[in-house]
């Protein structure tokens, strides 16, 4: 199982990006997804989750009201839509693939596979 996170890139504050976490070798729709995220000196945390169906997403408080998620399992690709992005939303951002399917799973010891993760980065 391999996972392809992109779209990162440098952008003002106030803007957007749009993340892309793209599966090969498995059909993603088996698995919940999680995005996460660690800024430099930092640990990983979650940042939004959806389940294997798409009907289920959770967004962590940080994020709540600007980012979005979403998939598209003909794709297999699910989506971080960030909007109204902040200085502190700087780090890697981090895909995430896991085996509780029809479930949101904020737990990142939950995650069997990763991927290498996209630098965003948020200018003041």
């Known amino acids: 199982v391999q996972l392809q996170a992109s779209g990162g890139g440098l952008v003002q504050a106030g803007g957007s990006l749009r993340l892309s976490c793209a599966a090969s070798?498995?059909?993603?729709?088996?698995?919940?997804i999680g995005w996460f995220r660690q800024a430099p000196g930092k640990e990983r945390e979650g940042v939004s989750y959806?389940?294997?169906?798409?009907?289920?997403?959770y967004y962590e408080d940080s994020v709540k009201g600007r980012f979005s998620i979403s998939r598209d399992n003909a794709k297999n690709t699910v989506y971080l839509q960030m909007n109204s992005l902040k200085p502190e939303d700087t780090a890697v951002y981090y895909c995430?693939?896991?085996?509780?399917?029809?479930?949101?799973?904020?737990?990142?010891?939950?995650?069997?596979?990763w991927g290498q993760g996209t630098q965003v980065t948020v200018s003041s």
């Open positions: 070798g498995v059909t993603l729709d088996y698995y919940a």
């Open positions: 959806i389940s294997s169906s798409g009907g289920s997403r």
């Open positions: 995430a693939a896991s085996g509780f399917r029809e479930m949101v799973v904020t737990s990142l010891y939950e995650y069997e596979y």
